[in-house]
């Protein structure tokens, strides 16, 4: 199910259509991470040299260069090191490049500062991040400025720095369908990971321990981790949006919020539930999540080709407000309310948000000041939620501790759109039943 090497020359030349002439494009590997002392973080790739290559390596950097004789892309990375491979790891080198990542050339990255400044002699324009990697940042001046101490001799340097985001962001907005296909997979997993915790749940355990069963449906089903730090907030700690230290005992007569999805070659999923710790919904615990299940149903049924992306946003406000005042728990008119921002004091966060190869992905929500309108394979998340603090004397103490949000993954199709999160139930009395067997 990985991308295949023909997807990502597909995308690089997407990119270089869209790179003005006599330029180039540069795109460095992510730095390795220290987590304490000689210990390191598991490595994550820069997420834009992942898009275009799929090249897993720290130490590594890629040029696109189109129009190029000797061939248009060029990988920098670690050489073959048989010791290095005995204690670290299996490494491409510049040969596996060519043969399994689709390098035109490819050269050790020892041999970086002597190749990449002709590369970057006589260049109109180049197109980087700038500002995401303070060193390789310097590392690319020092070149630029190599090439600047050459003029004498007749070297020119390039002229022009151009966001290279702006591009690869507008791109990685529109998933193609093998794109689809990961996510739905990342989806189909999370799902089960989530119904696994309603099964296990019950009084007694710990919030860490049901983020240990999701955990581990993740990695039995394939996927090498999550795509961000697991949410399991019993009780009132369901009311901190992002709750993650897992810490705490699950109560019997609490509702446990979880937002958890995992990574799955390259592609994140990002699911929420809210359940009962004991199976059973109290009847003010139902009455929020009707309301905000409500919310949901109402925004996902205007996701679709044409539509603005604030819709689904408008859709759950009106139908929290609305929830809201006939519990008495707001009082007023429903427009006057929601002109008010009302609801911020129970729903403080939008609809939802990009989804792909970030869990929060990349792409303008907006194009000229004004909300831009869904396309077909763009992949939003749906996450209403109504939030009552613990301590809110404002409200009937029946309500207070009480923190729902559902949240799923949807993707906009030619005709409307598909939900590819639903093999986990969100209805009450699906909920009961799972956690019932």
Not at 52 to 79: K, N
Request: with cysteine.
């Amino acid at each position: 199910m990985m991308i295949a090497n023909k997807e990502y020359a597909a995308r690089r030349k997407e990119l270089m259509s869209l790179m003005q002439g006599n330029s180039i494009a540069i795109i460095a590997s992510a730095p390795e991470k220290i987590r304490s002392r000689d210990t390191h973080y598991s490595y994550k790739q820069n997420v834009t040299l992942s898009y275009l290559s799929g090249f897993p390596e720290p130490e590594s950097v890629m040029a696109l260069i189109p129009g190029r004789e000797q061939g248009e892309v060029v990988i920098f990375c670690r050489d073959k090191d048989p010791l290095r491979e005995i204690w670290d790891g299996y490494r491409e080198g510049p040969g596996g490049a060519v043969a399994n990542f689709g390098a035109d050339d490819a050269f050790p990255i020892s041999d970086i500062d002597d190749i990449l400044p002709g590369l970057l002699e006589g260049k109109d324009r180049v197109y980087y991040a700038i500002g995401k990697d303070p060193d390789f940042d310097a590392h690319l001046t020092a070149w630029i400025n190599d090439v600047r101490s050459q003029r004498g001799s007749g070297a020119l340097p390039p002229g022009e720095f151009v966001d290279l985001d702006h591009f690869v962001n507008e791109m990685r907005l529109i998933k193609t369908a093998p794109e689809i296909k990961v996510m739905r997979k990342a989806g189909e997993i999370s799902a089960r990971a989530h119904c696994r915790a309603m099964e296990i749940s019950r009084p007694g355990l710990f919030e860490y321990q049901l983020q240990a069963e999701i955990e581990h449906e993740f990695m039995a089903s394939g996927a090498r981790a999550p795509a961000y730090s697991s949410i399991v907030g019993g009780g009132k700690n369901g009311c901190v949006l992002h709750y993650i230290e897992n810490r705490d005992k699950l109560e019997d007569g609490d509702l446990v919020l979880i937002d958890a999805g995992c990574e799955f070659e390259d592609y994140a999923a990002d699911i929420t539930r809210t359940f009962p710790v004991n199976g059973k919904f109290s009847e003010a615990q139902a009455a929020i999540y009707d309301i905000v299940l409500q919310a949901q149903a109402d925004a996902i049924k205007v996701i679709g080709p044409g539509i603005e992306y604030n819709k689904a946003n408008e859709a759950t406000i009106r139908t929290i407000t609305q929830g809201l005042v006939d519990l008495e728990i707001l009082e007023g008119d429903v427009d006057e309310l929601i002109a008010e921002e009302a609801h911020r004091e129970f729903y403080m966060h939008g609809a939802g948000h990009w989804l792909g190869m970030d869990v929060h992905d990349v792409g303008d929500y907006k194009i000229d000041n004004k909300w831009r309108v869904h396309e077909p394979g763009m992949v939003v998340t749906i996450e209403p939620g109504i939030y009552i603090a613990p301590d809110n004397t404002n409200v009937d103490e029946k309500w207070r501790g009480i923190a729902v949000r559902i949240e799923d993954d949807v993707v906009v199709t030619k005709i409307g759109n598909e939900v590819i999160t639903s093999g986990v139930p969100k209805a009450r009395d699906q909920i009961e039943a799972l956690m019932a067997t």
